[in-house]
């Protein structure tokens, strides 16, 4: 069984703390802001995943558009739409 603590002694420490020097608002005021910029890369697979969302809350006015300039994809598109509007 652990015995008791019958007496502590504190020590003062050997070296003394001194709090940082709060910088002046007029130095704050002559500092660059960091031009440093956070840079991300996304997968393949991710991006295409995000374009398939915006193909899928495209308007078909946006669609026609795209097909007009040549969007192979929004032709495709657009041929499939008319197909199934004439079977209806």
């Known amino acids: 069984m652990p015995s008791p603590i019958t ?3 504190q020590t003062q420490p050997a070296v003394a703390v001194q709090p ?6 007029s130095n704050q005021s002559k500092a660059q802001p960091s031009k440093a910029a956070d840079t991300v890369q996304i997968s393949a697979a ?24 040549g969007d192979r994809q929004a032709q ?10 004439k079977r209806q």
Do not use: G, H
């Not at 308007?59 to 007009?68: D, F, I, L």
């Not at 495709?76 to 509007?85: G, I």
């Open 46 to 69: 991710a991006q295409a995943q995000l374009n398939a969302i915006k193909e899928l809350k495209e308007t078909q006015s946006q669609t026609a558009q795209e097909a007009n300039r």
């Open 76 to 85: 495709r598109l657009l041929a499939k739409e008319n197909a199934a509007e």
């Open 7 to 9: 007496s502590a002694t």
């Open 20 to 25: 940082a020097p709060v910088p002046s608002k």
